[in-house]
């Protein structure tokens, strides 16, 4: 019963959306904005001329519609656009010491930044500096490194196209590859496993597929509360009768059932739909064993019509012509055993073969999945494995059918598009030299974890970030703090103050930038920049609010700006005019990269245009030329124990967050209040560790030769429905658990959902606030 539950904790039996959601949402406009303001700002978000949501990359419908908004976009946008401020007064009243006292939700919820400032140790303070004194010194200061390789350049995957393709053209000019990224930390598997399998990166799928798929496969993803607007689509995918199988360790309300905000006759009847037709509550780490039983299911079915003289299960055509290693795979099926598919899978034989004869009877299937799938060790394998299963039935390169990965900030596929990345093509490259006349730097360069490790061991001795909160979002804070200390230089662009921010030892600086909903006026007048959604729609994006201060200056202006200081003579282009009118930096990218054609024309097109995708042609751009299956090498991550005090621990994101920006303390789906200090278990795993929901624990890293520190401490505990054996916790507060090196070792994506640990009884006895000392370590005292 609720009431028998411990504090802040209650059971929640509302659907998804409904009610709750614009409750919710009255409550974010309320307390961010002044209430005339924030309806209209809404009612410009994800519109052909207003501006893009800074929230999730699920795609816009062709015909929008005047609420092209979920509550979570709601509070990404209100929170942007809020009227408090952050500016010279605010930092004469607080240390850096005293803010790094307050909590992460406090430091960003004081508002928007409204001056560029410089951090004097003397004074424990940030002071305002004038714009070209701040640019001046960074240049000075980046030009005097021994190497570029020693500098570090973080993107935000807030971050437009436009300021994205200007930042990788001055760093290369500069002179390294050095492009730490948020997808690093996020869909890196899936950058580097799907053009290992497909040839390409991306999603082949489109928005109009969903209208035509009778089967979706759904892994790794919370959609209510990470892309909330793809909601709408699963709806009418259910409503239809379509199937939704759904393979995840927790039981996500929106996948269960939804009640559309938009839908008149589900809000006046308290009436929902059921989305899920199958739940199947896979292992923490489980998902590459899974898809094999799925597999090796399907077959037992092929084999099954064979010797019946029936209609062939595989798509025999398509695997004969298109793709390569199906006879490897086949033979690696062959030889997994389903009591180690059972055990790692946590599923039953039966639930996986109920799941391939649904498949089979499908005419086309899409596969989604989120960071579910590709924060793991095994997170490259994981992705490859979606891919076999799609590519078994033909299920790429036709309508209603593909892969689907959903990305989480607005545009984080765009900037890997224009460049941002620190492995680039060969021919990326070379259209570089031959466009702008230098030679670009060849070698690799470092990912987020190779990033935060070279500052940590003194490799690297600056960095700049293009938004985001690297510190914070990044694996490891004990590691990751001891970096930020380390480095020389620090330069934030960034809309509001966060953690990373407070990392002061050497000389940095904070530089306030425009957000999406703020109006970008250059001397050409109103500019428009451009992002690439999750299905490869470019489209434009184009704020209207008066900004928060006056001195504020856009993404391109600010690269721009230290762009001129750091090259002087050594620039290869005129950064003034780029930054007057924005279509020139777009006339570049077009000049670079060929799927671009028409780029200032097309884009002004109402819903903008979808980049080619070579996949959905069916043209395979991979070492062999055809897509590849890829055979399972093993079940499970390497180091994997059978120790049943060993739990295997997701780190989750709350209803009211995004990233790790916290706009609350409210959990609502899960039935959490005014609290993130919670370990979720199933009944089962309390009356098995002899603990009971209410108990305070401290919760340790179950690695091998693991840090005496990587704990964190006065979780409490929380019944909930997971499989047994495993656990979840919130994302940022459990990443002290997570070290550097658990990474997946093809793409170097961090583990957070699936890390080994152990639970004890809390040395404090109680739980208390959760505070991160300059250490890097996470834990719990009684300073708020």
């Not at 070209?132 to 030009?143: C, H, N, P, S, V």
């Not at 003034?576 to 990218?589: N, P």
């Not at 000049?591 to 780029?599: K, M, Q, R, T, V």
């Not at 991979?622 to 120790?643: I, Y």
């Amino acid at each position: 019963m609720t009431q028998d539950r411990p504090e802040g904790i209650r059971d929640y039996d509302a659907p998804a959306g409904g009610w709750g959601a614009v409750k919710a949402l009255a409550q974010t406009i309320t307390r961010q904005q002044i209430l005339v303001q924030g309806p209209s700002t809404l009612l410009r978000a994800n519109q052909p001329e207003g501006f893009d949501c800074p929230g999730c990359a699920w795609p816009d419908p062709k015909h929008t519609s005047s609420f092209e908004f979920c509550e979570n976009g709601a509070k990404a946008i209100t929170w942007e656009s809020t009227s408090r401020r952050v500016g010279p007064e605010f930092f004469a009243e607080h240390t850096v010491s005293s803010l790094w006292l307050q909590s992460d939700h406090w430091l960003e919820d004081q508002g928007r930044l409204t001056h560029p400032v410089r951090y004097n140790a003397a004074l424990d303070r940030f002071e305002p500096v004038e714009w070209q004194e701040a640019f001046d010194d960074i240049g000075t200061r980046l030009g005097a490194l021994d190497t570029p390789d020693e500098a570090e350049f973080y993107t935000s995957g807030r971050t437009s196209n436009e300021a994205a393709f200007l930042y990788q053209l001055f760093v290369r000019n500069f002179g390294t590859n050095n492009f730490p990224d948020c997808s690093n930390m996020c869909h890196e598997a899936t950058s580097v496993g799907l053009p290992q399998s497909i040839g390409i990166g991306k999603a082949t799928v489109t928005l109009e597929d969903f209208d035509h798929t009778d089967l979706i496969i759904s892994m790794g993803h919370n959609p209510g509360t990470n892309h909330p607007r793809m909601m709408t689509t699963l709806r009418e995918v259910a409503r239809r009768g379509a199937k939704i199988i759904v393979f995840n360790p927790m039981k996500e309300r929106a996948l269960e059932r939804f009640e559309a905000p938009q839908s008149p006759l589900e809000m006046v009847t308290l009436t929902s739909t059921p989305i899920a037709t199958t739940y199947l509550q896979v292992k923490v780490g489980g998902d590459a064993a899974a898809l094999s039983g799925v597999c090796k299911a399907l077959l037992s079915l092929e084999e099954r019509a064979r010797v019946l003289d029936l209609s062939p299960v595989l798509d025999h055509t398509f695997i004969e012509s298109h793709t390569t290693g199906y006879a490897a795979l086949v033979a690696g099926l062959g030889a997994l055993s389903w009591t180690e598919i059972e055990r790692v899978s946590g599923l039953s034989r039966q639930a996986l073969e109920e799941v391939a004869e649904v498949y089979a009877q499908a005419k086309a299937t899409i596969v989604c999945y989120g960071m579910g799938v590709t924060q793991h060790r095994t997170g490259t394998t994981n992705v490859q494995q979606i891919a076999n299963l799609l590519l078994l039935r033909g299920n790429m390169g036709r309508l209603g059918a593909g892969i689907s990965p959903l990305r989480g900030h607005s545009n984080v596929q765009g900037d890997r598009t224009v460049g941002i990345s620190e492995r680039p093509t060969e021919a990326f490259l070379d259209r570089l030299r031959d466009v702008f006349g230098f030679e670009p730097p060849r070698r690799h360069g470092h990912s987020v974890v190779e990033a935060i490790a070279a500052m940590r061991d003194g490799q690297s001795k600056a960095i700049v970030c293009l938004g985001g909160n690297l510190a914070i979002a990044s694996s490891d804070p004990q590691a990751c703090f001891d970096a930020f200390e380390k480095v020389g230089l620090a330069v934030h662009i960034a809309t509001k103050l966060n953690r990373t921010h407070l990392l002061t030892k050497g000389t940095c600086y904070l530089l306030p930038c425009l957000g999406r909903t703020d109006l970008d006026l250059q001397a050409s007048g109103k500019q428009r920049v451009t992002v690439e959604d999750s299905m490869s729609m470019v489209h434009a994006s184009s704020g209207f609010l008066t900004p928060p201060s006056d001195q504020l200056r856009s993404e391109p202006a600010i690269v721009a700006g230290i762009a001129k200081a750091t090259l002087g003579v050594r620039s290869v282009v005129d950064w003034d005019a780029l930054v007057e009118d924005y279509d020139r930096i777009r006339d570049l990218i077009e000049a670079i990269l060929p799927d671009f054609e028409d780029f200032n024309v097309r884009v002004r097109q109402p819903g903008g245009f979808q980049l080619p995708n070579s996949a959905q042609q069916r043209i395979w751009k991979t070492a062999s030329g055809k897509a590849t299956f890829h055979a399972l090498t093993q079940l499970e991550e390497r180091g994997a124990t059978d120790d049943p005090q060993v739990l295997r621990l997701t780190s989750v994101r709350s209803h009211d967050q995004y990233n790790t920006t916290i706009y609350g303390l409210d959990d609502r789906y899960r039935g959490v209040f005014g609290r993130r200090d919670v370990l979720f278990l199933n009944e089962a795993e309390l009356t098995r560790l002899g603990m009971k929901e209410g108990d305070v624990v401290d919760v340790r890293t179950a690695l091998a030769n693991s840090r005496a520190d990587r704990v964190v401490q006065g979780l409490m505990l929380v019944r909930h429905d997971l499989p047994d054996g495993c656990c979840a916790s919130y994302y940022p507060e459990s990443q002290p658990l997570i070290a550097l090196e658990h990474h997946d070792p093809q793409s170097k994506t961090p583990a957070y959902k699936s890390v080994p640990v152990r639970i004890v009884a809390a040395a404090s006895g109680r739980a208390l606030p959760i505070t991160v000392d300059r250490a890097g370590v996470m834990g719990r005292t009684s300073v708020g």
